[in-house]
Each structure stands twice: as structure tokens, then as C-alpha cells.
């Protein structure tokens, strides 16, 4: 009987009831604390940042405390906010670019090896430029504005996307193409009903880098070539010698960044569930 239905421990010995109720309360407190960790941990590293500080006398200007810090954000909580958000948007623009040419390139070379080998070592070389060095031909191409910064977000969290799409496909199994072949499937089967659904963990653990370094794109554009965002405002108190302002603006992408990984994994879970199905049945058979 599965342990998670009633009864189950009816047909155990009371010592051994027990032992399984024990082991059913540590697991919930393990669960308990494995989602309190998170907020700890943070909790944490501003208790210690703040009492460095305050020991150490570090000048604001050189590495200001999370007290100040936060007194910068209430002083500057409209510009944060309306900059926050033109970042947010060029961010997900381009990720959502990234996400649309990243599958079906991936698909592509994933399904056909000579692409595989013939465009990898171009995706390559052109992902090992570093991406500050293009933000310059951008500007020249497009003016200041938004639109550097979508592109470099889009260029930024591209590769990711299409190598792991690309490796989900290749990978399978060469036995179980014959199989279906000799079934009847077309190549077109293969990767609409083998092939996608074998790449999708491998297309949401990309999403999760992307989304991250997408945003690190957006802001290297807008410190270069914008008129807003949080990474023009960063410049902007950089060159006032704003340091909390500045902290201000990189605790506010990094909030942006777990929110949108937060978002990414919602999906994942609710779309490839079936992916993690043993580790669930593990957790199961121990917490009950």
C-alpha cells in the first residue's frame, strides 16, 4: 500500500510506525527549511555586509551599507521604477526573440547534421565576441535608444537556447529513430513528437541562464547607448559619485532577474513536470 494513502501504516508494528512517522516529520521539516533557506541566506549576507561596515568605517562612497542603500531607493523610488521598467521591457523583448530564433534554429540544427557541423562553429565564434565590443556598431546602425539594448539582450541569451534545443534533439537515441522509421514516422514525427518533448528540459534549464544574462545585455547597452534604464541610471550616479544609488540599481536588476528565473521555473515545472517524476517519487516515498 503506497505509503500516502490512508491506512498505509495500519499493517506496520507500532515501532515501526514509529520510525515512519519520524522519518515523515523530517522530511517536512527538511522541505520546510529547504524554502526558508533562500531568505536566510540573503538575510544573512546584508546582516554581515552591514555590521562590516559599521566595524570597518568604509566610506560610503567606496562600499556603502545596506542601510544606505535602502534609504537611496526610498530617496529614488520613482527613477528606480521607471527605469527598472524600461529595462524589464527591452529585456523581455529581446528574450523573447532569443526565445523564438534560439528553438527553431536549434530544431534545425539538432534535426540535420550537416547544419549541426556546418553552423556550430560559427555560433561559436560569434557568441565568444564579447558583446560590449558590439554595442558601439549598434549605436552607429540604430541611434541611442531601446533598441541596442533588445538586440544585445537577444544576442546575449541566443546561444544558450540553441545549443541546448540542439543537443536535446541530436541525442536521440539512434536505435529508437529506426524503430520509428520502420514504424512508419517521418522525419517531421520524429521531432515534433520524440525529439521536441525529449529537448524540453534541456530548453527550460537554457531559459533559466538566458533570462539572467539577458539582462546583463540590456544593461551593458544602456550604460553605452540609452537615454533610460537602470543601466544610463547607474551612469548617470556613477559619475555624481552616487555609490548607494548605484547599488540601488544592481539590487534592482537582481530582483528583476529572480523574479523572471522564478517565472521560468514555474513553467518548467508545470510543462516538464514529467521529467523530474523520479525525483518526486523519491520525496514521496520519504515524506509521505
Known amino acids: 500500500m503506497p505509503l500516502d494513502q490512508p491506512g498505509a501504516t495500519h499493517a506496520l508494528s507500532p515501532a515501526a510506525a514509529a520510525r515512519l512517522a519520524a522519518q515523515v516529520a523530517a522530511a517536512r521539516r527538511r522541505r520546510r527549511l529547504q524554502s526558508m533557506l533562500p531568505w536566510l541566506v540573503t538575510i544573512g549576507m546584508f546582516v554581515v555586509w552591514e555590521i562590516g561596515c559599521r ?13 544606505a542603500i535602502a534609504m537611496s531607493i526610498v530617496k529614488w523610488w520613482w527613477p528606480l521604477l521607471e527605469n527598472s521598467w524600461q529595462t524589464l521591457v527591452t529585456t523581455v523583448i529581446g528574450f523573447a526573440l532569443a526565445i523564438v530564433f ?12 550537416l547544419l549541426y557541423h556546418g553552423l556550430y562553429p560559427l555560433l561559436i565564434g560569434f557568441n565568444s565576441v564579447p558583446k ?16 541596442p539594448a533588445i538586440i544585445t539582450a537577444f544576442l546575449i541569451s541566443f546561444f544558450p537556447i ?20 520502420a514504424l512508419g514516422a517521418r522525419q517531421s514525427d520524429i521531432i515534433l513528437k520524440v525529439g521536441l518533448p525529449r529537448a524540453m528540459p534541456y530548453f527550460f534549464a537554457s531559459l533559466k ?23 544610463h541610471l547607474m551612469m548617470v550616479a556613477s559619475s555624481r559619485f552616487d555609490v ?8 534592482v536588476t537582481g530582483v528583476m532577474g529572480v523574479l ?29
Open 55 to 67: 566595524v570597518s568605517g568604509v566610506a560610503e562612497f567606496i562600499l556603502p551599507a545596506p542601510s
Open 209 to 231: 541562464i538566458a533570462i539572467t544574462v539577458a539582462f546583463v545585455g540590456s544593461i551593458i547597452a544602456e550604460t553605452v547607448a540609452a537615454n533610460s534604464g537602470i543601466g
Open 102 to 113: 534560439g528553438l527553431l534554429l536549434g530544431v534545425a540544427i539538432g534535426s540535420s547534421a
Open 244 to 251: 548607494p544609488l548605484v547599488f540601488a540599481g544592481l539590487l
Open 132 to 147: 560590449v565590443a558590439v554595442v558601439p556598431i549598434l549605436v552607429i546602425w540604430f541611434g541611442i535608444g531601446s533598441v
Open 260 to 288: 523572471m528565473y522564478v517565472v521560468a521555473v514555474a513553467i518548467e515545472n508545470r510543462t516538464t513536470g514529467w521529467a523530474m517524476r523520479g525525483q518526486n517519487d523519491q520525496r514521496l516515498a520519504v515524506g509521505g
Open 162 to 181: 540553441v545549443v541546448n534545443v540542439a543537443t536535446g534533439i541530436a541525442t536521440v537515441e539512434p536505435e529508437l529513430r529506426d524503430v520509428l522509421r
